[in-house]
């Protein structure tokens, strides 16, 4: 009998290699090749995989409970992850509420959002500012929120037209503006934003710390975020920091945002929470957000199935204490400085690289057919496809950031686990040199570079 697909995939026909097997920062397919994992899958495998310890504590938590449901029982694991996460979260973010994916995490901090304002009786704070570009995933609350274009072109009319504001994308402002005044800008915009709604209806901003999917580690100007803060306490706007992609320990600091000395209101995490060995995700909450809703309904209006489930709490938990006993976030500041040298030294022998930038594991490389003009490559050549592709044909992974389908130029992240030697980084940067050259040679026989 022919073979047929079952498997709804990404891109329905082509063909995938089969992951057979993973240790540490590879991945081996079923014939044997072997990758280094440069992009930790979509960002999310910190701690490399096939880590003992954690598979340990899969089959022990197995064997005492896997499951068992929120309105009946609490249960250890859960209690112990959220005592965890207030230890290690700044300022007072004290509470958790555990989801199963980074879309939830940020549709429940948009729901608790709202909802404290309305505890509040301030009935009318229900819409949510968020930025182009930006991901915060993919259900109707979280893509609501989402300066994702081609994520939200097929439901555009579905979703809730939030007002949005620019991001704050260092390397295309504008001429003569200095990253400080451009900083100050883009945060002025969410001044003139909030005015323009009238802050009575405005519950919250919400801002990836540093831009992931949507733009490949898009950093701010290093004045913006207090300047955001200051704006959102101004006007009685909650601010949510979706530190899906870059919270625990990715960008060499527990959270993104404490580079910048911010504290949140709340914070999402996904990810790198449980480095993928299970699915988990959270939404943390300040005592000053829980405050009311305790005074009040005592209730948080959201949760699913799977919410806060023994077994998946009791694997985020491990792979947390995995990340501070190996120093994994000093680990990610040190190796993520390393790498960065590194790819700024490789930009200089390729015209087409125009911008490296992030911060610790977590580094955007856009792609310029005119460095000088920083003109973007037109979205139908592919840029980054192309790069991903010869990359993965020499067994490395990359992520794609979509910047070229928002308008704004071919990205790609890299990212490996946080556990990478700089044997491995310099082996790393050796096979991506090698693609981007091949990728630059390819664009010249066309006569497009
Ligand atoms: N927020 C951010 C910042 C993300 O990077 C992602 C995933 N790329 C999400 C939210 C959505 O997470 P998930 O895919 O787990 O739903």
Redesign the pocket.
Known sequence: MKERDHLIKPILGKRYPMAASAKGIYIYDQDGKKYIDGSSG??TVSIGHGVQEVINETLAQAEKISFSYRSQFTNEPAEKLAKKLSQLAPGDLNWSFFVN??????ETAMKIAIQYWQEKGKLKKDRIISRWS??????MG?LSMSGHVLRRQRFSSLLADYPSVSAPYTYRRPEHVTEEEWGFLCAQELETEIRRIGAERVAAFIA?PI???AGGAITPPANYYQKIKEICERYDVLFIA?????GIGRTGKMFAIEHWNVTPDLI?L??GMSSGYT?M?ATLVSDKVMEPILKGSKTIMGGHTYSANPQSAAVALKVIEYVEKHQLVEKAEEQGNYLMSKLKALSESFELIGDIRGKGLLIGMEFVANREKKNPYPPELDVTNRVIEHAFDKGLLVYPASGAINGMGDAIIISPPLVITKGELDRLVDILEAAISEVQCELRLEGKA
């Open positions: 979509a960002v994916s980074g879309s939830e995490a940020t930006s991901y915060h995933g993919i259900t979280a990836e831009i992931g999917a979706d530190e899906v992609m870059t999402t996904g990810k699915p995700a």
